[in-house]
């Protein structure tokens, strides 16, 4: 009986030293957790995405806006005034070899620049004009049934209100190589000059001419209430006979004179100096320019 009590006894041992064994088996198997997973800081994640320097970032500035001419300042080195009432203001440039042994102002010395006759010029000087002979009509070379005017002016980009700016904003004027500008109304244009009407009824003309091989680039410039015109002069060694056209073509319309744009009994087409009756005269500059450098300044005036 004793016997059998130790067995018993050893039986209940041997179980529970089995199941205290057991217990730090089941405490060493790993259980999987989120420690155990390689993964990124949030800040090697970082580290890895380039960034743009705040220097690298363009940042648009007023500098973009013209705000002055390129064309250099330059006083006139002659001045002569015509019998034809035309003042000639001549710039160093003129006298300048063009490439061929000639100047320009050899050029201009063979005009005949005439006083400014706007009853003779109703028409633009794109089509014959029978009250001018002298201005040569010949046949189209590239079509021979149709009469063309070899020493006239192109009427191309036509433009009313002109480059009216916003406060702040410069206006840009590119004149291209062989080409002329024409505008009527105020303005302001550094290196060139000005002309505001201010309620005296003599409207404002200005042509600009380029003959170089360049464009003429002009910034900075106001430019009002007025009309434009861009466009090819044809013959470079008539230019006489253009501005001459264009002028007295201009100052007929301004002045609200019997023309085609203005009949007898009618409202100025472009109301001219603001009145419904046209300006009483006008203030004419013309500017040969060879790209950017000053040639000559021609300035007149006409008036009813």
């Not at 019998?83 to 061929?100: C, I, L, Q, V």
């Not at 070899?150 to 004149?175: H, I, K, M, T």
């Not at 100052?251 to 409202?267: F, G």
């Amino acid at each position: 009986m004793f016997v059998l009590f130790v067995l018993v006894a050893a039986f209940v041992l041997a179980a529970c030293d089995a199941v205290t064994v057991q217990e730090p088996v089941n405490t060493v198997v790993p259980s999987p957790t989120a420690t155990l997973v390689p993964t990124k800081t949030a800040t090697a994640e970082a580290t890895t995405v380039p960034t743009q320097s705040p220097t690298e970032t363009p940042s648009p500035t007023a500098t973009l806006l013209p705000t002055e001419t390129p064309l250099p300042t330059a006083e006139s080195v002659e001045r002569v005034t015509t019998a034809e009432g035309w003042s000639f203001d001549w710039y160093a440039a003129a006298d300048k070899d063009r490439g061929d042994g000639t100047t320009f102002r050899q050029a201009v010395e063979k005009w005949t620049l005439d006083t400014i006759t706007p009853e003779l010029w109703p028409t633009f000087p794109n089509e014959q004009n029978p009250l001018v002979p002298e201005f040569r009509v010949v046949v189209c070379e590239d079509d021979p049934t149709k009469s063309c005017v070899p020493d006239g002016l192109e009427y191309a980009n036509a433009e009313s209100n002109f480059c009216q700016q916003l406060a702040g904003e410069a206006c840009r004027v590119p004149v291209a190589a062989r080409h002329y500008f024409y505008f009527t109304g105020d303005y302001d244009l550094p290196s060139v000059g000005s002309c505001e009407e201010g309620g005296t009824d003599m409207g404002c003309m200005l042509v600009i001419v380029n003959v170089g091989d360049v464009t003429a680039d002009f910034t900075g410039g106001v430019f009002n209430q007025g009309f434009r015109l861009h466009a090819r002069y044809w013959n470079g060694d008539e230019l006489d006979m253009a501005m001459w056209a264009l002028t007295s073509h201009g100052s007929n319309v301004m002045m609200n004179l019997d023309s085609p744009l203005n009949p007898d009994d009618i409202a100025n087409a472009g109301a001219n100096c603001s009145i419904p009756g046209g300006c009483q005269g006008v203030n004419v500059r013309v500017v040969f320019v060879s790209g950017n450098e000053p040639l000559l300044m021609l300035t007149t005036k006409v008036s009813r």
